[in-house]
């Protein structure tokens, strides 16, 4: 029901696990993303995410509600840092890649005069994402490095 956007029902869903078991921290963590997905409650759907992370620290759930929070509350870069975490915990679970997904929606564009939809902040944008990535940033640099060695042998 969450995913389908029915976010009433898919909280009366959750309360319903939560009510037969209270340490259920799935649950916990999609009972938050209803709460703030269905009139903003953002607040509240912060604490339910907290409560989801010190119910299964080891779990991504907690953190990928924890982020989606943020997302949707404004605070990008918290968010962010969340989804990173979960990503840590469970690198191939989708719920983070649809997280990273509102990530990519809500923040603002490379070049903020132009369309998000515009060829170059479409470019920029996917660079921008690659290059967040340490690995694909240490990549480019020795790329980079290379190529400077390689062109002042071939100059001199």
Known sequence: HLYAGDHEEAERRFREIIKSDPQDFDAMAGLAVCVAEDGGRFLTAEKLA?????????????????????????RLEDGYRYLMKAKHLAPKDPRVQ??????????????????????????????????????????????LTGGLVLASTLLV
């Open 50 to 74: 907290r409560k989801a992370v010190r119910m299964g620290r080891k779990c991504p759930a907690g953190y990928i509600a924890l982020g989606y929070v943020n997302l949707r509350g404004g």
């Open 98 to 143: 649809t997280g990273f997904a509102l990530y990519d929606r809500e923040r603002p564009p490379v070049i903020s005069d132009l369309s998000r939809l515009h060829p170059v902040n479409r470019v920029l944008g996917g660079t921008r994402a690659y290059l967040e990535s340490p690995t694909n940033r240490a990549f480019a640099l020795a790329a």
